[in-house]
């Protein structure tokens, strides 16, 4: 017997170990206890230290996706959340950006390059501001974190809406 796919795949990326970066983590493990059961079943998370193109054309057909990450270009703390389509289409130039070497908008063009479509989903990001070694963030990071994981659950139940 086979597992059933996800319905929503979460790629988290981020290290805990480079300070603002690990909000992504922080995020998500407050954000996965608090949904509901039927909702957790149907996600898939996946850690990334940082997106890999892989791991968007490994998106199936009929899956969603919310990557989450820390950026740059935004103010620190802010939160920022933008279809997947709207983050690969923006302007150059235009923050969000990653704060890993290939951007997220550059892994999305390529993925649609490869796949021939862009997947289904969401991007839900934070300001960083301090991404030296340890694990402390700063405290605009720290202050924005319930915001954060706001965002990211919102952007689960709109793409997995719980049958009523």
Do not use: N, Q
Not at 106 to 112: K, P, S, V
């Amino acid at each position: 017997m086979t597992a059933r796919a996800p319905d929503l795949r979460i790629l988290v990326c981020g290290t805990a170990d480079r300070g603002d970066d690990g909000a992504a983590l922080a995020a998500i493990s407050h954000v996965l206890p608090g949904l509901p059961e039927e909702l957790r079943g149907r996600i898939e998370i996946k850690r990334c230290p940082m997106l890999d193109v892989t791991d968007l054309i490994a998106i199936g057909p009929g899956e969603s996706c919310i990557v989450v990450d820390t950026v740059v270009g935004v103010e620190p703390g802010c939160v920022v959340t933008m279809s997947l389509d709207d983050l690969a289409r923006r302007p150059a130039g235009v923050a969000p950006r990653s704060s890993h070497a290939l951007s997220v908008d550059d892994a999305l063009l390529i993925a649609e390059a490869v796949r021939g479509t862009l997947p289904a989903g969401t991007f839900v990001g934070i300001g960083g501001k301090w991404f030296g070694y340890g694990e402390r963030f700063s405290r605009a990071v720290k202050a924005g974190l319930p915001t954060f994981g706001a965002a990211i659950r919102r952007s689960i139940e709109e793409l997995l809406p719980v049958a009523r």
